[in-house]
């Protein structure tokens, strides 16, 4: 059974940092890709970045230059280091992973940026 557990979201002054967390379990993070989106009421889950088991990651555009995914092989977790948070950062956190053409999704984490 995979599982996706996120971690780190809070709230957050305009121009803090965070870092998320998602920590796997019935997989490994070093063999499949890992990817961050996030969601606000209304609106479609975004796309946010993506590591890929060979060490390739893309960002979208909206977070490029502040946004940081990496992963540590033996916690077998994920993290989202998140600078310079801007108000429209304000959403919550998925992970997402796909093992033998099934999609998992973590529960999601709360990011609220706000002075």
């Known amino acids: 059974q995979v599982q996706l557990r996120e971690s780190g979201g809070g709230l957050v002054q305009p121009g803090g940092s965070l870092r998320l967390s998602c920590a796997a379990s019935?997989?490994?993070?070093?063999?499949?890709?890992v990817a961050w989106y996030r969601q606000t009421p209304g609106r479609e889950r975004e796309w946010v970045a993506t590591?890929?088991?060979?060490?390739?990651?893309a960002y979208a555009d909206s977070v490029k230059g502040r946004f940081a995914i990496s992963r540590d092989n033996a916690e077998n977790t994920v993290y989202l280091q998140m600078n310079d948070l801007k108000p429209e950062d304000t959403a919550v956190y998925y992970c997402?992973?796909?093992?033998?053409?099934?999609?998992?999704w973590g529960q999601g984490t709360q990011v609220a940026v706000s002075s």
């Open positions: 997402h992973t796909s093992v033998r053409g099934v999609k998992y």
């Open positions: 590591l890929v088991s060979g060490g390739a990651f």
């Open positions: 019935g997989t490994l993070v070093s063999t499949n890709f």
